[in-house]
């Protein structure tokens, strides 16, 4: 590839879609994949937790409901199937240790139950017995109501303590009360079962209470009714003491909706002015019990997922066991209570996905940096095993290369071979001479023109420090030659004309100091190249050696011949100019000349056959020459200058301008150009001829001293040889604009177009047609 | 320009074009254009030198066969490859090549601009010696439709030598054209070939190359048949 190509063809682009597809598209699959399969394994993962979590967030709950009911079951379990037992045992106890079997089982029951409040026993004569605790911590009050002598009612109260030992007796006023009205009583009429009754409030010791009570028929056919009334104080404190998940929370309700038991429950009857009917389950107050209840009530008992204030919460209802006529527990947690580990093994999951990712990515990004390391390795072996191929290959064309230590044959393989190893623009071999005065150049050659060249020389007296630095004997390169000191010279000298920057030197060794140098013109100048260049270098101080000893043999011979006496030239006895002014006479020295007028008129060289053509040529050539003379006279120009198959006619060739130089010269090419088609006619010739006209400044003057003659040169007369030899037919007279723009109004032109000439700028070009 | 002399520069190899592509006989095509050689081929018809010149450039399909330059088959490369591969061909057509909305001095430039990374200093300094040299006064810089066809083809045979083309598909300039052109461009094939180029010289009748035809590799021509090689007598 050349290397101003920007794109290699020989590069083939399938090679480079492999190599995309191997550095780029596979690791970015593989981790991609990597990813996806750690995100199928998290999402699997995070799934099947989330189930599992329902699953046991559910057995949880309700385990926690089974144990809640359990517990509910055996804090009613007392009062119930206390009523029972102590139904049985009275039932069939004789009527007169009815009483004491009722306060032993009553006194026992009240000190070993905590949530017993109280036992009653009534019948269906109005009897009434009581068992309850006393104020006093440790002492049970038995009432027993009855009837004074004067009619009134009253309760005896015989207060015990917990040995049994009676400490006081008192009465209190009954009033009118009848056991057989209480709520307790009468619920029982005609069922055989336990009944309950609404909870009430006792406010003086600020207990809940609810009664159960069991009718039963003595052996004496009366019917009594045993209740005992059982607080819900300490349900609530148990439901509140219960923990379920982290901040869940337990309630009974009723089939109503009203509260039995619960957290914050004195609050709530407190609320509620000591109402048990007005203890509902306020939304305000419990709000997500309320939705529990309302999601209850239409979707019926079992877990439900319910939002409150954009967080989700388990609400489990269930119906309590037996004895509860109705009841049912509430359950309500967040989700997060149980969930939460779940969501911290999804963001640990997560984390783990992160930490994953970037390891595959780091390691995909390794991957692709070392392929691409391995492949920029690969390519700078290939190329380095290219470098070496080539240099074995320009080793061999050197050695090959015919009388390579021949100084009479020329050097040519070891400037090609520097040139194409090094990748200089041009390689050139210098040779010191006289003592290292002076230096020739032996050969170069310019890799891009694919040429060598030679011959030139060099004086110490014009690059003193270039010969000086070549003569210490180190190689050297600069990379702007025209600003070293060193190398300005030579910069301006040889490498100006092809416009190279770059210099390397390196000096040719011989026994007694540099014997010349290698000159590498914008090398690639890589390390290992060096010891190529200094085996081209070895190379050349041997024929340098050689040429050296060569040419001190020709020197002596040189001086033993007698130099042949040198002739003088003698004066010419014409110069090359065909007419000449007289004013010419007068021009002693160059000047510059403002307003010249140039007319360049360029032959086609005949091609001539026989000696017989040949002669009538010769004479076409003497008439030709013969009547430009004239038509030069008639016109007045300066000069007609002849050299070879071209010829200069000049006017206005004067220190002040010539207006009328231009017309004249026009007035003559127009004549001398029907004069030459004329001729050439005659001869039965095609017009082999074209003529170019310019005019401006011009440098001119007479040169030289034995023979002094006239010259004319400058940028009018190259653009007038330029009209000329690009003049767009044979016979046309082709001029330059500043020719047209003085003679258009006297002159008929046809444009040719507009051009660019570098150095030159933008013109147009004219053909001269006639006169108007 | 580095010599290419790993082979045929330019090979057809039973190279059957397309005829709906091109018109061109849907026969075997075989040539091999060595660096340094001059083909001169025959076609009487215009259009025909045209589509073989394009034939020679991968333009045209084949039904059989490969056309390979410097070693690479046409059909193998990729878009970029081939234009790039034809940044390397100097071409003279007879076929309108000059875009009307660009000066002409571009348009002769605009090649190797697209191709290559040289300085347009450079590319304007050689242009306008190859200018010269075909007798142009300097790097034309009206559009096409103001220059006269004898500059046109002076500025053809400009552009198909500017940047040292490794081939030079030539339809013949000379015939018609000036003829102080001949010298010129005989100089400039000359010089092309000494630098390794190969070219092939598309013309229409023999008078025109027999003043150069001791230079001439081989002859051929395009007929019906293919291409038939011509005895040189």
Redesign the interface.
Known sequence: M?S???????????ASVRRVLLHMVLPFVLIIMTVGAIAWVGINSYRTTSEGVSVLTRELMEATQQYIGQEVGDYIAPSAAGNLIAGGMIEHAPPLVSDKVFYSYGSVMLQKIPQLQSFYLADDQGNFTLITRSPDKGVQDRERLVVGADGKKSFHHSLFNEAGQKLREFETPAGEYDPRTRPWYKNTEKKDSIQWTQPYLFPSDKQFVMTSSLRFKRDDGHEMVFATNISLNELSAFLDKIKIGKTGSAMIVDANGRVIAGRNLMQHAEAAGWDPNKMVLDPKTYPIFALGYDHYRVRGFGPKHVEWDGKTYIAMASALPRYSQGWILLIVAPENDFGSFAHQSSRQSLQFAGIVTVFSLTLGALYIRQLRRTEAGNRRLAVQQSQLAQESGALQQVAIAPNLFDPSAEPLAITEQLAQVTGARRASLWRFLHDGAAMVCDDTYDR?Q?THSGGFEMGREELGKFFDAIEEGTPFSVSNAATDERTTRFERLVMREVGTHALAVYPVHGPHGALGMLALEEPVMLPHLLYFVELMASIAGTRFAAQSAVEAQQTTSVENTALAPVQAFGAPKSDNLLMHAEEMAAVTGASIYPSVAVLVVSF?DPVVEGSKETATLIALINQLATQVQTVAQEEQLFAVEVAGHRMICMAGCTTEPDPTALFRLANAALKMRETFMGALAAADLEPVF?MGMDYGPAFGGAVGQSPTVFNLWGQTVSLAE??A??A???GTI?VTERVYANLRDRYLFRS???????H?G??R?YTLAARR | ???YAAGPLLELNKAVPSFDESGLPPVPFSMKVMPGDCMVVEARDVGHATMFADLCSGLIPLDDGSVRF???DWT???D??????R??IGRVTHRASWPEFVPV?LAIVLQQLH????PI?DL??DA?NL??RF????????NPS???E??LLRASCARAFLGQPHLLLLEDPLEGG???LSNSFLAAITEARD?GAGVIWLVRNNAVWQEYRQGITATWRLADDGLVAVRMG
């Open positions: 050349s101003e190509e920007i794109i290699d063809p020989t590069v083939q682009h399938d891009t694919n086609a074209t330029l009209m030899e690009s767009i037919d044979p082709q040719r177009g507009a051009f660019f000439v570098p030159l933008l013109g070009a | 320009m580095e010599v410097m070693g690479l193998e490369l990729g970029r490859e081939l234009n790039a591969l940044g390397r001095h191709h290559t990374t040289r200093d304007v300094q306008a200018a010269e007798g142009l006064p300097g790097l034309p810089t009206e103001f220059l006269p004898d500059d000036p003829a102080e630098r």
